[in-house]
């Protein structure tokens, strides 16, 4: 993904994904690839509306036979100063 923005002094802020994120980060979710490097976005591809709904619905689960959890999701933001 290309940046056109210079940044004397950048702040990089991590942010867990949740039900209060907007139409802003869904865009942004939705301009990145569905899978790459191994890692999934499972944001790309859902209307809106669906986006909502997932997270929503979104819950940490844990298989106790196999010690599998699903991960969190996490954006990073890079606001300039």
Same mark, same amino acid.
């Given at each position: 993904?290309? #940046? %056109? +923005? !210079?940044?004397?002094?950048?702040?990089? @802020?991590? @942010?867990? +994904?949740?039900? !209060?994120? *907007?139409? %802003? +980060?869904?865009? /942004?979710?939705?301009?990145?690839?569905?899978?790459? #490097? *191994? /890692?999934? #976005? @499972?944001?790309?591809?859902?209307?809106? !509306?669906?986006?909502?709904?997932?997270?929503?619905?979104?819950?940490?689960?844990? #298989?106790?036979?196999? *010690?599998?959890?699903? *991960?969190?999701?996490?954006?990073?933001?890079?606001?300039?100063?």
């Amino acid at each position: 993904m290309k #940046n %056109d +923005i !210079e940044c004397d002094m950048p702040v990089f @802020k991590i @942010k867990k +994904i949740s039900a !209060e994120d *907007g139409r %802003d +980060i869904y865009d /942004l979710l939705q301009t990145l690839p569905k899978e790459e #490097n *191994g /890692l999934i #976005n @499972k944001a790309n591809g859902l209307s809106y !509306e669906d986006f909502k709904s997932w997270l929503t619905a979104k819950r940490v689960r844990t #298989n106790r036979s196999c *010690g599998w959890m699903e *991960g969190s999701f996490y954006y990073i933001l890079v606001l300039c100063r």
